[in-house]
């Protein structure tokens, strides 16, 4: 520990907010044309991410801080892209530290309704009265589901036009240039990933993403040679194959082409019960279920796909692989489990198979993010006048986000290694204290064991029936930290000198 003007203690103006180390390593690359915007940039990063649920006045911890942090969100020079550049620099320095990384990208609403005062500027949501704004990331994770940071991120906020789009017949979407549909975004992003190869050239890219990027002008994007990043989307339709490849088959669509192959492998899962969100779904990814634990059975084979008519273009025959994941028996009353993965990863022997469904099955990893930025940091709560400050906000939370799973997953996936790879010595030491009631060792523990006491302070009761904390029980216990490391700082048996209060 340093000296009380270390800390930032200043006895004749009061507290000046510190910069949490952690902040410091990610703001590295900080540019906002403004020393002090730099500052309180990190300034207002360390007070959310020290208290990611709580309001943005009780996180600041006073009138000035507060105030200090919606004039940043209010300003100009702090732009959605540059607020999160700084991230990405780092996301990049860390993905290039790995043999293989997922992109995973997906978009979630950010619902700002306020039925008692409307915020200026969200659009509509879908058809109802609900407004907001759009999000769609890109966001980079280890194979073993460990977040990596935000690489890319689009927000915008839906006119009634496009709204109205929906409502349009296959027919009229299709004669739609794909420029001009909302969806074009899983082609921005998969580019915006091609790109990001060139930074880490020894890092193999793996984009992951769910059913609606199965769209042909997605797939046509993501064979264009040389391609530089492999793929993996669930498929939504069964689509046609190419006239040749059904004369010799026999088969003309690709569920069915898989079917004719002989079984792989069988393997055991845990089905998650499910309820319909509203009553009249009909898509069969969508209709409840039960929980219970069945069999499935993996085929997999190459197919060509036949292009569709485009009013605007011709598009090329696709060839790509596809992985069929089917439930052996399922109940005659509840929904089939069934999954087609089409991908460019080659699928020829057996564990190559088994990896593209592992890969996949990381994408749920972008829903427990979502998660965290909703519940654990709150966004849709976050009380501003206008949209625009509010993205410029969510861009701050994003990172925070990012951090709380960060170590919620690293405490698993590199349980072994020590705490200070994460937490700072005033940190883990005030922990153990408080939750062990024992003075702290002169040898940090393990990170796995302290991120379970720090669960420990979110509510998380252990046990092996209750597996590992999760992000929730996480963020709980990193604001309670945040109290009990600041203590530490200022009273703890490692403080050579105080404050001198008048």
């Known amino acids: 520990m340093g000296s009380w003007m270390d800390l930032g203690w200043e006895a004749s103006q009061g507290w000046t907010p510190m910069v949490a180390p952690w902040v410091a390593d990610e703001m590295k690359t900080v540019d906002l044309k403004d020393k002090r915007l730099d500052k309180r940039l990190q300034e207002v990063l360390s007070q959310l991410g020290g208290y990611p649920a709580a309001s943005i006045p009780v996180a600041c911890g006073g009138h000035a801080e ?14 959605w892209t540059v607020l999160l550049r700084p991230h990405t620099d780092a996301t990049r320095q860390r993905m290039a530290q790995q043999a293989a990384v997922l992109l995973v990208q997906d978009t979630t609403e950010v619902d700002v309704t306020r039925p008692e005062r409307q915020v200026a500027g969200p659009g509509p949501l879908d058809g109802s009265a609900r407004r907001g704004a759009l999000l769609h990331l890109l966001h980079a994770f280890t194979p073993d589901g460990t977040p990596l940071g935000t690489l890319d991120a689009l927000a915008w906020v839906r006119d009634e036009e496009g709204v109205r789009c929906a ?23 998969l580019r915006r990933a091609s790109e990001e190869a060139s930074h880490c050239s020894s890092t193999r890219l793996v984009c992951l993403a769910d059913s609606e990027a199965d769209i042909y002008e997605f797939l046509a994007q993501a064979t264009v040679e040389p391609r530089r990043v492999d793929w993996i989307v669930r498929a939504c339709q069964n689509r046609a194959l190419q006239r040749e490849k059904a004369r010799k088959t026999g088969e003309k669509y690709v569920r ?23 009553s009249c779904e009909t898509r069969g990814r969508r209709q409840p279920r039960e929980s219970r634990e069945t069999q499935v059975e993996v085929r997999a084979a190459g197919v060509t796909l036949r292009p ?9 025959a696709v060839s790509v692989n596809a992985v069929l994941v089917r439930e052996v028996a399922p109940p005659a009353d509840d929904e089939p489990v069934e999954w087609l993965l089409l991908t460019s990863l080659p699928v020829g022997e057996l564990e190559q198979v088994r990896q593209v469904i592992q890969y996949y099955c990381v994408r749920w990893m972008i829903e427990v993010f979502f998660r965290t930025l909703k519940t654990g940091c709150r966004v849709e709560a976050r009380r501003f006048e206008q949209i625009e400050r509010l993205l410029s906000c969510l861009a701050v939370y ?9 170590v919620c997953r690293l405490g698993r996936s590199c349980p072994e290694i020590g705490c200070e790879a994460v937490f700072e010595p005033a940190e883990w030491k005030s922990v153990w204290k408080i939750t062990r009631r024992t003075a702290p060792p ?20 252990g046990g092996k029936r209750r597996g590992p904390p999760g992000p929730q029980t996480i963020w709980i216990g990193l604001q309670r930290m945040h ?13 050579r000198a105080g404050p001198q209060l008048v």
């Open 66 to 79: 507060m105030t200090a942090a919606y004039r940043l969100f209010d300003n100009e020079k702090a732009a």
């Open 483 to 495: 109290d009990f490391a600041l203590c530490w700082q200022l009273f703890g048996p490692d403080t």
């Open 256 to 278: 069915e082409q898989v079917l004719g192959q002989p079984v792989l492998f069988t393997h055991s899962i845990q089905v998650r019960g499910r309820k319909a969100k509203v």
């Open 398 to 406: 994003l990172i925070v986000a990012w951090r709380t799973l960060y």
């Open 167 to 189: 409502s349009l017949t296959r027919a009229q979407r299709a004669a739609t240039a794909i420029e001009e549909k909302e969806s074009y975004r899983w082609v921005e992003m």
């Open 308 to 316: 569709p008519w485009r009013a605007e273009r011709k598009l090329p």
């Open 442 to 461: 002169r040898v940090p523990p393990r990170l796995g064991e302290m991120v379970g006491l720090v669960a420990q302070l979110g509510g998380y009761v």
